[in-house]
């Protein structure tokens, strides 16, 4: 399965895929703003997309608006530092299906990623 990582820290995108390499039969993809993103779902059709907040050219939560209103129905997982409870249901308003909180474990990561593909996927 192919997974989409967002994020316009390349530090950030190998610490997830890092984090993510052992689940099996994933494929990375990596995206380092909004709109690299929008184009990625559109030609690559990810079946999971981990999304940062904040991000030159188009922010996350613009580039989820813009995934959902192509009729992409994959799980986004926003993985950002932005912690306060209303950023956390804006996202879900937005189409983001779960919220992953910088800085994480490795196991933190996976378990958001399991259930996001059992609940979603």
Known sequence: ???LIVDDS?????????????LPNMEFLEAADGREAVEACNTENPGLVLMDWNMPNLPGLDAV?????MGK????????T????????????????????KPFTPADLQAKVKSALTRFG
């Open 1 to 3: 399965m192919k997974a």
């Open 10 to 22: 390349n530090v950030m995108r190998r610490i997830i895929i890092n984090g993510l390499k052992e």
């Open 65 to 69: 608006k813009a995934i959902r209103g």
């Open 73 to 80: 129905t994959m799980p986004i997982i926003m993985v950002t």
């Open 82 to 101: 932005e912690a306060e409870k209303e950023r956390v249901i804006l996202a879900m308003q937005c189409g983001a299906n779960d919220y992953l909180i």
